[in-house]
């Protein structure tokens, strides 16, 4: 109410309808359930097993498609994806009825059974089913989400530039 304190009635007017629009933005970004709104984003990043350098070119973009419709059968959705050479960030909004670790186990397991029956037969030390570590890197996203958006898609470029000044130590 402070901020109404002498002011006139136009100025309350215009504070109250630009605070109406604002939550009627919110409300555009949420998703729904039957009874339920909701706007549940993470952070999850994860690698495969031994950190092998194994997602290059043709089975990284492969993976990011395979990653993005295997979170749609559990109702998510990837909103930011970066596959490094050596790991996985994705930005992810998952319904409040999953857990995350349901989420993430599955896209993990399903991708690893994926590129097993896949790209399996054509390497000889693919290890098929247990291309992942155990466990994963899980942070709620909130209102920070364009900063968490911009670390995914800058990461390879910041990794890069850390090695660089690396190698002049």
Not at 88 to 115: D, E, T
């Amino acid at each position: 109410f402070d901020e109404y304190v002498g002011r006139c009635p136009s100025q309350k007017l215009s504070i109250v309808s630009r605070q109406a629009n604002e939550r009627r933005n919110w409300m555009d970004k949420t998703e729904s359930l039957s009874h339920t709104k909701w706007e549940c984003k993470y952070h999850v990043v994860f690698i495969p097993k031994g950190r092998r350098k194994t997602l290059y070119a043709q089975l990284r973009k492969h993976l990011g498609e395979v990653f993005r419709a295997l979170a749609q059968h559990k109702e998510s959705r990837i909103e930011e994806g970066h596959l490094m050479v050596d790991h996985v960030h994705m930005m992810i909004s998952i319904p409040p009825k999953y857990a995350v670790s349901q989420v993430v186990g599955y896209i993990k397991g399903k991708s690893a059974i994926h590129l097993a029956r896949v790209y399996g037969e054509k390497k000889r030390n693919f290890v098929g089913q247990h291309f992942w570590a155990r466990g994963y890197f899980v942070s709620t996203v909130g209102r920070d989400e364009q900063v968490i958006r911009n670390y995914i898609r800058h990461q390879e470029k910041e990794d890069e530039r850390l090695e660089q000044l690396g190698l002049w130590r």
